[in-house]
Each structure stands twice: as C-alpha cells, then as structure tokens.
C-alpha cells in the first residue's frame, strides 16, 4: 500500500522542482525529504528519482507515479471530507487568497459565522496580490481566490477554473484636500492631472496597470508614479501628506480619511470587480462548498449596506 504522505512529497517535488523547495513547503528538513523519497523507491521497487548535479529529476516511472499522487491525494481528501460532511460535519483546511478590501469588507465579515457554524472547519488566509495566484490555484496550492479585475482590464478566463464576481465597484480619484481640483465637487478630468505625481499598487499589480492604461488612453500622459504601495494605509498618507492623486475604489472609503477628498472622472467610467475563483469542480468539497456561500451570504449583506456598490456584474 503506498503511503499518502510520502506520495505528497514526490507530487511537490514534481511541483517545485529542487528538494530544498519541497522541505520549505511541507515543513521538512532536505534529509528527510530524500529519506521519504527513499522510501517509496522501495515500496514501489522502480527508481523514482535521479540525480542530476545537485538537483533531483523525476525519473519517466516518477512522473508518471507523481501524476497518479495527485489524483491519489485529491481523492482521498475529498472523502475525508465527504466522509465528515455525511456526518453532519463540515471540516479541513481551505486555503485563500484575496486582495485587501475583499477580505476586510467581505471575507472577514464571514470568519464569525463559518466558526460558529463549522468548528471543525479552518481558513487560512493569505493577503497578497501576486501574479501567479491564479496559477497557484490550478497547481492545488490554495483552494479559494479573490481577485480584482477591472472592466478595461479583464483577466483571461481558464478552462481549469470557475469565476464568479461578487461586487462591482466604480474607481474614482483621490485627492489631497488642499489641491486645486478639490475644490469643485464636480468630476476631475484626468488630463488636469498630468504632471502630477500619482499614488498605486506595485509594478505588476492590476492597479498599477489601471493607472497607466487610463491615464494613457483618456488623458493622454503617462504618470508620474512617485509612490507604490498595496497597503491603503500607506497610500492614503502619500494623497493626504505626499500631494499624490490615486484612482480609488469604493470600497477603499477614502473619502472618511482625513485631509482627502474623492471625486469622479470626468468623460470615463471605469469600475472594479471583486471575482471569486475555485477549480471546476471544487464545491462537490463540502469544505469549499461551506466558505463560498458564505462569502456570497457577505456580498449580498455589503451591496445591501451599500447602494453605491452593484451586487454582481453589472447589467
């Protein structure tokens, strides 16, 4: 019978690539790595890995061995989980990754009801907006994504993966109170901004790419980007102290932070989607089943509060 653990370590290997990264992933020391590698060479009485310099390489048995550990070890969770649900019982670990205001405005408001509802559940969360997350979420390293997206700025679709947006939410522009543009309430054209030093996310974030698409295609400047941040803490002290302007969304609620005023954008609409991402297939998990409905149950209960904000995409 081969070992479920030990055929983990072989699909991370396949996944990752060098011992070392597999160590850090599952919490082991490189030796014992080898050592469970080791292992199940023999169990299986075929060589599994090869040397090659310092690294480990899949032998051709390996891979094909490593491509049945995921159908293996997938399954085998999914009737833990069945297995608890038949029971009455909703448990595991699901994995998510969202971007700030998700979390803070639909994400959090859900922990309380999932813990009161499925003690035996756990959400790790993880605040990050990197590039490959939806790469990630294929791979079966996390199990729940929230995206933005913005409608001049779509992501491309993936056949692996199932997409849902929970909240539409229009981008507007942050000002110091001080500035000029601040003074009328009316919408703020972005060429009266060119030349002006400008506040976003990092390099490679969606925001970012917002900024200087919009700022290209409907003010004809490319902007000066003095400050990046994807804490909205640190972004709304570079507007109100920094003399920075930021395209802003809803649910950011610049406009309650001191020294900052919020405008529209003259001639342009553009507007933000909160996406939720799973694999095909993955609600048949009673584990994920059990924290997408709460998040859409959260949706629901914010676009209410919030008439500014679409539940949805928009029409």
Known sequence: MLDLGRLRVLRELKRRGTAGAVAEALGYSPSAVSQQLAQLQREVGVRLVERVGRRLRLTEAGEVLAGHAE??????????????????????????????????????????????????????????????????????????????????????????????????????????????????????????????????????????????????????????????SNDLTVMFAMIAQGGAAALVPDLALAELEAGIVVRDTAGVRVDRQMVLWTRVGADVRPSVHAVVQELRCAADALAARRPSLTRGPLP
């Open 71 to 228: 159908a293996l070890l997938n399954g085998a969770q999914r009737a833990e989980e069945e297995a608890l649900s038949a029971g009455g019982r909703v448990a595991g670990v699901v994995r998510l990754v969202g971007y700030q205001t998700a979390l803070l405005h639909v994400l959090a408001p859900a922990l309380p009801r999932l813990a009161a509802a499925y003690p035996d559940l756990v959400v790790d969360v993880l605040d990050e907006e990197f590039v490959r997350v939806l790469q990630a979420l294929v791979l079966q390293e996390i199990d729940v994504v929230l995206t933005d997206e913005y409608t001049r700025l779509p992501r491309p679709r993936r056949p692996e993966l199932t997409s849902e947006v929970l909240i539409t939410e229009t981008m507007r522009i942050a000002l110091p109170e001080a500035h000029p543009l601040a003074r009328d309430a009316g919408p703020v054209r972005l060429a009266d901004l060119a030349g002006h030093p400008w506040v976003t996310g990092y390099v490679g974030t969606n925001h970012a790419d917002l900024l200087e698409r919009t700022c290209a295609e409907f003010g004809g400047f490319r902007p000066d980007i003095r400050y990046r």
